[in-house]
């Protein structure tokens, strides 16, 4: 019989990207996700049968155990990056992960990998950062084999960082970013699921950071989205104690409604992390390390960006329609 992967998260953005590659390796793949009927789409990543959505919240140890039931290795991809409900950085990415890990060793899963992020400190400042430490170190002392892959911002067809932007470039005479000097290395999802991937079949364990090719600041990543999708246009950089009254208000607009407004244009947290590099570390195992090369952003980005352009698809033709010469 084909071995068993469970995948917490399996439906989220960087998941099934992991479920099509193990899929593609013959494993049979269970999403673990809270919403199952909303995962559905998974299920043609294999065949009939193959990747099936399952029920399962993190916060919950019987249904962890259950989703868990006979898998050879786990993922957790579990994230969160604005509180929202029950979902708190705490129960989610310390907690939740404790429990995974926990779990998983007591069952004699084989293999497990943990998805965290660059900047990942117990000690931070950051709450999301410090439950991502904190995550991490759960794992390894309840896992001590397990692999944990600690990515800069992933971009890809789904994500919530170019996507974002160019959506705002549409409407904006500028575009405003906190921390325009911070540099970021990113990383294309499918490569993560790569990395993922590589761990389960070749029994790795330990850090890796993963990082792109290219490391540029907040401001040249804007810029670089802005000539994909056709519209020049002023990247301003948002001072930081200006930033910090605009986390506030927003924040305190989310506690005031009591969630009803869910704070997703910046919170205090973020600009505590935009004050940081997020790079990959100097001397860290990485992407080579498992024999894989990253993909650059100048390949992936027109792939999913076009739809922002002026003209959409059909910009190129258009810019060359226009440089016609028109006949007297």
Not at 25 to 44: L, S, T
Not at 129 to 148: H, L, M, Q, Y
Not at 228 to 239: D, Q
Request: hydrophobic share 45%; glycine share 10%.
């Amino acid at each position: 019989m084909s071995k068993l992967v469970t995948i917490y998260g399996g439906s989220g953005f960087v998941g099934r990207y992991i479920a099509q590659r193990m899929a593609r390796e013959g494993w049979r793949v269970r999403v673990a996700v809270r919403r199952p009927n909303d995962a559905i789409f998974v299920r043609p990543y294999g065949t009939p049968g193959q990747v099936e959505p399952v029920l399962c919240n993190i916060r919950d140890e019987a249904s962890v155990r259950a989703a868990m039931a006979g898998a050879d290795a786990v993922v957790n991809c579990v994230g969160i990056l604005v509180p929202e409900g029950k979902n708190r950085f705490d129960s989610v990415q310390a907690e939740g992960a404790a429990r995974i890990a926990r779990i998983a060793a007591e069952t004699g899963v084989g293999q497990m990998v943990h998805i965290s992020a660059i900047g990942a400190d117990p000690a931070s400042n950051s709450l999301y950062s410090r439950t991502k430490g904190v995550g991490e170190d759960a794992v390894r002392a309840a896992f001590p084999t397990a692999a944990i892959l600690r990515p800069s911002v992933i971009f890809g067809p789904e994500d919530q960082f170019f996507n974002r932007f160019a959506s705002m470039a549409r409407f904006a005479p500028v575009l405003g970013v906190v921390g325009g000097r911070t540099k970021f290395q990113p990383v294309y999802v499918d490569d993560v699921a790569a990395a993922a991937a590589a761990c389960i079949l070749k029994g790795q364990s330990g850090t890796f950071d993963l990082g792109g090719p290219e490391v540029m600041s907040f401001a040249d990543l804007m810029r670089l989205m802005l000539r994909v999708i056709s519209r020049p246009k002023p990247v301003v950089s948002i001072p930081f104690p200006v930033a910090q009254v605009m986390g506030g208000a927003f924040d305190l607009l989310q506690d005031l409604t009591g969630g009803f407004f869910v704070n997703r244009v910046v919170t205090l947290d973020q600009i505590k992390n935009l004050r940081r590099d997020n790079v990959v570390a100097a001397g860290a195992r990485g992407f080579a390390d498992l024999g894989l090369t990253p993909t650059a952003m100048e390949v992936v980005l027109p792939e999913y960006l076009w739809r922002f352009r002026p003209g959409g698809q059909y910009e190129a033709i258009k810019a060359s329609a226009r440089n016609m010469r028109k006949e007297p």
